[in-house]
């Protein structure tokens, strides 16, 4: 099956610089690419993802960026305000377009400080 | 709540006694997810169902069972086989020919 491993566990960055959280996955069928945001006690929020056929995708400060030859991809996210903190998440599917069975990465700790 | 309801939001268990955790959703999502999470790892699939009367287990079925009798609602059994069920569990949907998934607020249980 499917393995996702996600570093680093924890980042601490200043207000306005950049954040990266970075990915690998194991298997070469995998075609979508998505990431969620949590915070403490709530449901993950969808904030982006991206398809196996596109190698990048932004939307505002967020950007998702993907290398299917190494199988990585990375989240990055430009300008970091403290409502960024939370914990991240990245996933990956063999997706369908009926069904798609998400294997998610550990998480990391995002902590933006001023 | 965003279209998928958990309930109850906190549950407590003794040890030895089975309990169900309910996962409704009025989205007419074809697919259900349940996860568990547990503090510092990420979302592990339980067991998911891609249509009504039909599921599949996931990475870490063992110690729980699931029903879809119907296409809103897909409930979890925590038996007593379940060694160490305190977490944080998640439900989820997916809508044929969509993105993500769609997740329900999440039920915390505790055994004591």
């Known amino acids: 099956g499917e393995n996702v491993e996600q570093h680093p566990s924890t980042l601490s960055v200043q207000e306005g610089d950049s954040a990266v959280i970075k990915c690998t996955y194991s298997d070469s069928a995998s075609n979508y690419f998505p990431w969620y945001k949590q915070e403490l006690g709530k449901r993950p929020q969808l904030i982006i993802d991206?398809?196996?056929?596109?190698g990048e995708k932004k939307d505002q400060r967020i950007a998702v960026t993907l290398n299917k030859t190494a199988k990585h991809f990375s989240l990055h996210i430009t300008e970091t305000q403290p409502e960024d903190s939370a914990v991240y998440f990245c996933a990956a599917s063999f997706h369908t377009g009926t069904a798609s069975k998400l294997t998610f990465g550990t998480g990391t700790r995002l902590q933006v400080t001023l | 709540d965003g279209g998928i309801t958990q309930s109850p939001k906190y549950l407590f268990r003794k040890e030895g006694q089975n309990v169900t955790l309910s996962c409704e959703q009025n989205l007419n999502h074809d697919a259900m997810y349940w996860y568990r999470q547990d503090p510092g790892q990420g979302l592990r699939l339980i067991y998911y169902?891609?249509?009504?009367?039909?599921?599949q287990k996931g990475d870490i079925a063992e110690g729980y069972s699931v029903s879809r009798e119907k296409k809103e609602s897909f409930p979890l059994t925590v038996t007593s086989a379940q060694k160490n069920p305190t977490a944080f569990y998640l439900c989820?949907?997916?809508?044929?020919?969509?993105?993500?998934?769609?997740f329900g607020s999440g039920t915390r249980l505790t055994v004591v």
């Open positions: 169902s891609q249509i009504v009367n039909d599921f």
């Open positions: 991206i398809r196996s056929n596109v």
């Open positions: 989820a949907s997916f809508r044929q020919g969509g993105s993500g998934y769609t």
